[in-house]
C-alpha cells in the first residue's frame, strides 16, 4: 500500500470511529429518556440497528454459529457502536504510513 492510500485508509477509520463512538452517547441518552418517560428501558439491540439501515437479522445453519450470532446481535447498540467506534479508532492510529 502505498502512503497516501494508507493515510487516507487511517482517516477514514478514525472519522467512522470518531462518529460511532460519538453517536453512542446519543443513542444511550435516547434510551434514558424513553426510559423515563415510559417506565421501561427500551433496550436497543445490534439487530435493531441492523434492521435500521436495512440489514436482516444474520442466519447460519450450524446451531452453535447461529447461538454465536444470536449473543452478539442481542448486545445494546449503544455498547456495539461505542465498541465499533473504539475499534476502528484504535486499528487506525496504528497504521503506519
Request: aromatic residues 12%; proline residues 5%.
Given at each position: 500500500?502505498?502512503?497516501?492510500?494508507?493515510?487516507?485508509?487511517?482517516?477514514?477509520?478514525?472519522?467512522?470511529?470518531?462518529?460511532?463512538?460519538?453517536?453512542?452517547p446519543?443513542?444511550?441518552?435516547?434510551?434514558?429518556?424513553?426510559?423515563?418517560?415510559?417506565g421501561?428501558?427500551?433496550?436497543?439491540?445490534?439487530?435493531?440497528?441492523?434492521?435500521?439501515?436495512?440489514?436482516?437479522?444474520?442466519?447460519?445453519?450450524?446451531?452453535?454459529?447461529?447461538?454465536?450470532?444470536?449473543?452478539?446481535?442481542?448486545?445494546?447498540?449503544?455498547?456495539?457502536?461505542?465498541?465499533?467506534?473504539?475499534?476502528?479508532?484504535?486499528?487506525?492510529?496504528?497504521?503506519?504510513?
Amino acid at each position: 500500500m502505498h502512503a497516501l492510500e494508507t493515510n487516507r485508509t487511517a482517516d477514514v477509520m478514525l472519522s467512522f470511529g470518531a462518529a460511532f463512538a460519538g453517536v453512542a452517547p446519543i443513542i444511550l441518552a435516547i434510551e434514558a429518556v424513553e426510559w423515563f418517560v415510559t417506565g421501561h428501558w427500551p433496550g436497543w439491540s445490534i439487530e435493531d440497528g441492523l434492521l435500521f439501515v436495512g440489514v436482516e437479522k444474520p442466519l447460519a445453519y450450524f446451531n452453535l454459529t447461529q447461538f454465536a450470532l444470536d449473543l452478539l446481535t442481542d448486545l445494546p447498540l449503544a455498547l456495539g457502536l461505542y465498541l465499533l467506534g473504539h475499534l476502528l479508532f484504535t486499528l487506525a492510529l496504528r497504521i503506519d504510513p
